[in-house]
């Protein structure tokens, strides 16, 4: 097998991934398919020998291909977004594969097809690939000429955007479930937080919460509810980037936030956040427990 084979075969190992990055980034299978072909081109030129980790690389060749498709696409853009509809919104008409594009909307949801159409590219970017697929902050700042914490910035704007399109119910079942979870994490109910936490939930903290007393990372849900239980005694609920999270606060200045993801009705993930710089980029609003 020649060194050409080799780096093929290793290409098409993350083609699935980087054609899901694409398609979430462009909102059409037909264009994350001719960015992922642009990547490959552009890999087979440049070849991998130093390359540390051929996915995060990958991910971002294929997010730079499809980052310039967005900035074409909103310079070819002449009529207001406010006056438009989401004309790009391909997942509901592409007719070269209407199954396909189909299958794109129900993963993606119609509305957030139609909410990511209208941010910046740059935003749309930093959002897609962190909240989606989990790239640091530091690894989507360099392909978006931005800082880490600008770049953090971008994502909150979108997020923010994002979750004010969603359904009230949706955010209200969030609400519901966040609310039991502190409940449960202030009076020491163990077998209550277990049935909040999904089997494999992770518990991550920022450098600063850590230094403050808190683990790096905590993972699985037997893990997390006992390092959980009996805490959180001053935390309140409030919307995280108009997420419902929770923050505690000395003498009203917010010193950790817990950003919560919920997902099919139990916590997935709680990130720490204590950084001064991060809780400044933070919209908390108060969000009162019924």
Known sequence: MTGDDVLAARFEAHRDRLTAVA?????????????????????????????????????????????????????????????????????????????????????VGLALLVVLDQLA??????????????????????????????ARQLASRARRRVRGAELPDATERRREVVAAFLDAARNGEFSALLELLHPEAVLRSDAVATRMGSEAEVRGASAVARFLSGRARAARLVLVDGV?????????????????????????????????????GLDLQPLGQR
């Open 121 to 150: 590219p740059a935003e749309r970017l930093a959002f897609v690939l962190h909240d989606l697929f989990d790239v640091p902050f530091d690894e989507i700042a360099p392909i978006v000429d931005r800082s880490p914490a600008a």
């Open 244 to 280: 419902p999270g929770a923050v505690w606060s000395l003498r009203g200045a917010p010193q950790v936030v817990f950003a919560f993801t919920v997902e099919d009705g139990v916590v997935t993930a709680i990130d720490l956040l204590a950084a001064p710089e991060t809780l400044a």
């Open 23 to 107: 398609s979430r980034l462009l909102g059409s299978r037909a264009e994350a398919e001719d960015a992922v072909q642009e990547a490959w081109l552009r890999v087979s030129r440049a070849g991998t020998a130093e390359v540390a980790d051929l996915g995060a690389w990958l991910t971002t060749v294929v997010a730079r291909v499809a980052l310039n498709q967005l900035r074409a696409r909103t310079s070819r853009r002449e009529d207001p977004l406010d006056d438009a509809p989401p004309a790009r919104l391909h997942a509901v008409a592409d007719p070269a594969d209407p199954a396909e594009e189909a299958v794109l909307a129900d993963s």
